[in-house]
């Protein structure tokens, strides 16, 4: 799988080099491609931005270098174009599911103020928000949606099962965990992960994602 990210930080993305993210793709388990959207500025300054018509706070985002940035990035539209926004759709885990399916994405990172409708009406396909609250750019969200798409793709997780034992994958939120050591400044792990019983642990397990859901997220029970 390729992810694009089209951004005018692209020193955000050195995130990439390091975890979990930077040995996959290392081992080439998915390609990384940043485009900086200044570069297709025809402005002598690489200017990306200007005053909104109608007035009002703040920049927005050129369409001419987003579009430009787009279609030299994309040139045959191969990509699922998303733009990542405060007004797009709520971005969830089964969506990163699906997603992890597409060959390539392609991120659109705004700033300032946001873009100018027309980039998005001519070369986007898709708006996805990370949650409702307001970011100052645009990478940030990209990184995030990236980062959970790319735990379903092939060899980027030590084991394929986490994407499976986990929350939101089950509906649920997921139960506690415990390492070592058995105890910790007087707290005991629970008896029954220590029993070798998997029958049991099980139940106690599902008894506690259902509890844990119950107490913080009854929304997903409804669902
Ligand atoms: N004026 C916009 C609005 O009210 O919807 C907010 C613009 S925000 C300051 C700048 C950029 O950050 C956006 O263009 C978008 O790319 C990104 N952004 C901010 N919050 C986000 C969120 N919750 N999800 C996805 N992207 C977000």
Redesign the pocket.
């Known amino acids: 799988m390729k992810f694009h990210f089209l951004t005018i930080f692209p020193e955000y993305f050195g995130v990439l080099d390091l975890g979990i993210m930077g040995r996959a793709v290392k081992e080439g388990r998915f390609e990384v491609n940043v485009v900086n959207i200044r570069d297709y500025s025809t402005d002598k300054h690489h200017k990306t931005d200007d005053y909104p018509y109608g007035g009002g706070a703040g920049m927005v985002m050129t369409p001419d270098p987003i579009v430009r940035a787009t279609e030299a990035t994309d040139p045959e539209h191969k990509a699922l174009r998303i ?6 759709e709520p971005f969830r885990q089964s969506m990163a599911k699906e997603l992890a399916g597409e060959e390539e994405l392609l991120f659109l ?7 100018d409708e027309r980039a998005l009406e001519l070369a986007y396909d898709r708006e ?4 409702d ?6 990478e940030l ?1 990209a990184l995030v949606v990236m980062n959970a798409v790319s735990r379903y793709l092939d060899g980027v997780l030590g084991s394929p099962e986490s994407t499976v034992e986990e929350s939101f994958s089950s509906g649920l939120l997921e139960y506690p965990q415990y390492t070592r050591p058995q105890v910790y400044r007087g707290l005991s792990v629970p008896e029954v992960l220590i029993s070798g019983n998997h029958a049991e642990v099980d139940a106690w397990r599902a008894r506690k994602s259902l509890e844990i859901t119950r107490e913080r997220r009854p929304d997903l029970l409804d669902k």
Do not use: R
């Open positions: 733009y990542l926004s405060p007004k797009g990172c705004g700033g300032y103020e946001g873009v996805i928000s990370i949650g609250y307001v970011l100052t750019g645009g969200p």
